[in-house]
């Protein structure tokens, strides 16, 4: 229980403070997912007259309705599901050998190595020289492109190196003397000691998979490679000025609008399932107990 | 079991060389105890037997074969380190089984081996426990297990007790000496502790700024120092060292006579450092004894006995005397007696000790 006689005025009033901003921030960041879940469960009309402001208006489910009855809407999240599982996998399968050589000090030429990954957060060649990178390889409207091109992300690779060069010396000098091999020595304790490094890790790559949208966009072509997210702009594009979906949405209870939401909510509804998987990671501590300082 | 040879051991850090050229045998089944100061470069030898540092210089074989060059792993020998490095993910069994399984070593033999490490260690019912949930102790018995284990032909012990507190110390001193009194596998053991050093050793290698200087057992170490700094390294209190000069009939301290034993045999006049051990000082005169007048400034009463700190001169020195149970009888010693057979003379220049004529 928090005591507030323990507290000066001055406390008080600061933390007070603290609560409101933090109220803030957390309806500020809360209301715009509230906000679409309750445009996607309104009508078309209320939602296009601009009447929902937070509970749901004439509450309906037909704009699921009509984006479960569209095989490409599946095909889309089918993708985005490739894009995420295969990339963050092969992201990981980089970033994770690449951190640990990157942090051990016998590896030589690690500060040019280092200098070398940092310099690719502030420096690269841009969107055409990169197009044109992939159009060479033979990497366009390629879904294996998409999985192979993001997969080094030269920010994880340093935070995870940090990580590595935290845990204490002895433990890798530990599993060589009991004849650990480099690999069985990042794989049998390293790996199991930066589980909550690399959950975040992970989740960094889940979250920028999952909503990748603009690089997809440029390098995908066909309609059956595209993620949800490059489908929910195809449907804006063609939603808003489709005459005839014009007409049928007027008997049919949806607009664009609520039809776009109902996307958004099932393209947000994965992400929080897989948090809290792996928020159980992010446990401290871990290291308690091995070594004694 | 393997005897581990030295030779010319060379340690450089770029163009800094931290260890000068070690010698050292050491024999099969022995358990030699590797001691000095902080930075004196026993830690940078157990290291490089261990294969953790690469040898600049020198040759290092362990059971006759060279191996300078042969990963920690191949080495055949097992350390325990300072801060245990028990891997916290990983509970007390599998931390011990880590290496066997590493090294395939079948499932049941791996089962068997950990149950009876587990039972010599006491450990048995802590095998299910992660790290964080052991003491101190007992962690330390798990970096044990995790050594022993193995079988290695060494045993290398990076001051693994300097962790504990002072009881436990004591304790797990005993458990590892019983331990190698046991298994008889050749032990190197790293500490700064000279108590850890006497109670252990077979043989004591005292180092300083990464040379040895002295290698004996640890009576030979006490009682025939080579010079000031293993005079001063081994023994609690420390042997008092008091600048003098050698007379036609002995040594003269602090404007006093002392009696020695051996003839001074042209040696006058030559500067000396006296050594007096504290535990030889007597309070009452004895047969060839030398009175030197002190001035008591304090007494620490250790129980059975007891610690008088002294001025004698411009030196101060400190004396252990019986306390009989009460330490009254002490606050009004005025001289102290020194018998003249156990007074060490150094030279006090190079302060390599002196041998007297018969």
């Known amino acids: 229980m928090l005591n507030w006689n323990l507290y000066s005025r001055g406390d008080k009033f600061f933390a007070i403070v603290v609560s409101v901003m933090i109220g803030m921030f957390t309806a500020a960041t809360l209301y715009p997912f509230i906000y679409i879940a309750a445009v996607s469960f309104s009508s078309g009309f209320a939602a296009q007259a601009g009447k929902v402001v937070l509970p749901p208006i004439d509450a309906t489910l037909e704009a699921y309705g009509y984006i479960i009855g569209d095989p490409k809407f599946w095909i889309s999240y089918r993708n985005t599901f490739i894009y995420t599982i295969g990339g963050t996998l092969m992201s990981l399968a980089f970033i994770i050998p690449g951190a640990y050589a990157l942090s051990r000090p016998q590896l030589k030429g690690r500060r040019f190595f280092n200098l070398f990954i940092a310099f690719t957060m502030w420096f690269n060649a841009g969107l055409i020289p990169f197009f044109l990178n992939m159009r060479d390889l033979n990497l366009l409207d390629s879904m294996f492109g998409i999985i192979l091109a993001f997969a080094v992300n030269a920010f994880n690779i340093i935070l995870l190196r940090n990580f590595f060069e935290a845990i204490p010396r002895s433990f890798e000098e530990a599993a060589r003397m009991d004849g650990a091999n480099d690999f069985q020595v990042l794989w049998k304790v390293f790996i199991p000691l930066s589980k909550p490094a690399i959950a975040t890790i992970t989740l960094f790559c889940i979250v920028s998979r999952w909503n990748g949208f603009f690089w997809a966009m440029v390098l995908l072509q066909s309609e059956d490679k595209i993620p949800l997210q490059v489908f929910l702009r195809h449907t804006i594009a063609t939603l808003s000025d489709n005459d005839e979906f014009a007409i049928v949405q007027t008997d049919a209870g949806f607009s664009a609008e609520t039809v776009t939401a109902a996307i958004i909510v099932c393209s947000i509804i994965p992400v929080l399932i897989v948090y809290p998987f792996i928020q159980k990671y992010f446990e401290k501590g871990i290291l308690l107990g091995g070594v004694k300082e | ?358």
Request: hydrophobic share 40%; proline share 4%; net charge negative.
């Open chain 2, 1 to 358: 079991m393997a005897g581990v040879s030295l030779r010319s051991i060379i340690k450089r850090y770029g163009a800094l060389q931290v260890v000068h050229g070690i010698d050292l045998e050491v024999a099969e089944q022995e358990f030699v105890v590797l001691v000095g100061p902080s930075g004196c470069g026993k830690s940078t030898t157990l290291r490089m037997i261990a294969g953790l540092e690469d040898i600049s210089e020198g040759e290092l074989s362990i059971d006759g074969r060279f191996m300078n060059r042969v990963a920690p792993k191949d080495r055949d020998v097992a350390m325990v380190f300072q801060n245990y490095a028990l891997y916290p993910h990983l509970n007390v069994a599998d931390n011990m089984a880590f290496g066997l399984r590493i090294r395939r070593m079948p499932k049941d033999q791996i089962a068997t081996t950990i149950s009876e490490t587990a039972e010599i260690l006491g450990l048995t019912d802590y095998l299910d426990r992660r790290p964080a949930d052991l003491s101190g102790g007992q962690r330390q018995r798990v970096a044990m297990g995790r050594a022993i284990v193995r079988h290695p032909k060494v045993f290398l012990f990076d001051e693994p007790l300097s962790n504990l507190d002072a009881k436990l110390r004591t304790q797990m001193r005993a458990e590892i000496k019983r331990l190698h009194n046991r298994l008889g596998v050749t032990s190197i053991y790293v500490t700064h502790d000279q108590v850890e050093a006497m109670t252990l050793a077979d043989r004591i290698v005292v180092m300083n700024d990464g040379r040895i200087e002295q290698v004996g057992t640890p009576m030979e170490l006490f009682n025939n120092p080579v010079n000031t700094f293993v005079a001063g390294f081994l023994g609690s209190p420390p042997m008092n060292q008091v600048k003098g000069v050698l007379t036609e009939t002995g040594a003269r301290i602090g404007g006093m006579d002392v009696s020695l034993n051996g003839a001074i045999n042209g040696h006058a006049g030559r500067d000396v450092i006296v050594g007096i051990r504290p535990e030889h000082v007597m309070l009452e005169p004895g047969d060839a004894t030398s009175s030197l007048p002190i001035e008591l400034d304090l007494v620490e009463p250790l129980g059975s006995e007891a610690l008088l700190h002294a001025r004698f001169g411009q030196d101060n020195m400190v004396f252990k005397a019986d306390t009989n149970g009460e330490i009254a009888h002490l606050s009004g010693v005025k001289q102290v007696h020194v018998p003249a057979d156990l007074i060490k003379l150094f030279d006090a220049e190079t302060g390599r000790a002196l041998e007297l004529g018969a």
